[in-house]
């Protein structure tokens, strides 16, 4: 089934700004969703269809997908940012979604 | 407001079976196809199964195939998971999520809007 790779941990300073990747093949032909989890919650939406952000998200989260490298980037991070992060698409050959292994997001 | 709220969960020996549950309000429950998303203590999320807004179809992870049963009912607003044949890898906190951006005949082929709070199964002899 279709591989999602994300890398185990990214790490910024306060006010700087994260990016975070979903590698996969040909991922820029899918559409690709990010979840925020935090310590002992649920996950979160963040993003939706790429780059759309739901209601009550800040404007500093955002979203890009092209080639083989989709990216969450998360502007001016803050230190409630810190938490896991995941990407998901729905694999057509497989037929059901499936999820990258996750990228704990460390505020130095 | 929106939630999901799973329960159900317990302590199961290896074979044995659980019945999961979901209780949905704030939405209009059969608008939506729904999910079980599961996550190992200290692992990734792994999608587990899915099903249509009127249970006309439904999904399963290969992990689990032909050892769960994914339901629904309307009329109660809640979602349910039956799981047989329990083994040790099962053990994971079960979520219940509400589908979104998908094709309404076809299981989870877009986003996960709002989650439960989970439930707890551990698989231990």
């Known amino acids: 089934s279709y591989v999602l790779t994300q890398p185990p941990s990214v790490s910024v300073a306060p006010g700087q700004t994260a990016r975070i990747t979903c590698g996969g093949n040909n991922i820029g032909s899918k559409i690709v969703h990010w979840y925020q989890q935090k310590p002992g919650q649920a996950p979160v939406l963040v993003v939706y269809d790429d780059s759309d952000r739901p209601s009550g998200i800040p404007e500093r989260f955002s979203g890009s997908n092209s080639g083989n490298t989709a990216t969450l980037t998360i502007s001016r991070v803050e230190a409630g940012d810190e938490a896991d992060y995941y990407c998901?698409?729905?694999?057509?050959?497989?037929?059901?979604?499936?999820f990258g292994g996750g990228t704990k997001l460390t505020v130095l | 407001e929106v939630q999901l709220v799973e329960s159900g969960g317990n302590v199961v020996r290896p074979g044995g079976s659980l019945r999961l549950s979901c209780a949905a309000s704030g939405f209009t429950f059969d608008d939506y196809g729904m999910s079980w998303v599961r996550q190992a203590p200290g692992k990734g999320l792994e999608w587990v199964s899915g099903?249509?807004?009127?249970?006309?179809?439904?999904g399963y992870a290969d992990s689990v195939k032909g050892r769960f049963t994914i339901s629904r009912d309307n009329a109660k607003n809640s979602l349910y998971l039956q799981m047989n044949s329990l083994r040790a890898e099962d053990t994971a906190f079960y979520y219940c999520?509400?589908?979104?951006?998908?094709?309404?005949?076809?299981?989870?082929?877009?986003?996960?809007?709002?989650w439960g709070q989970g439930t707890l199964v551990t698989v231990s002899s």
């Open positions: 099903i249509t807004w009127n249970g006309g179809s439904t």
């Open positions: 999520a509400r589908a979104r951006g998908t094709d309404p005949d076809m299981v989870a082929t877009g986003y996960f809007d709002y």
């Open positions: 998901q698409v729905w694999d057509s050959s497989s037929d059901h979604p499936v």
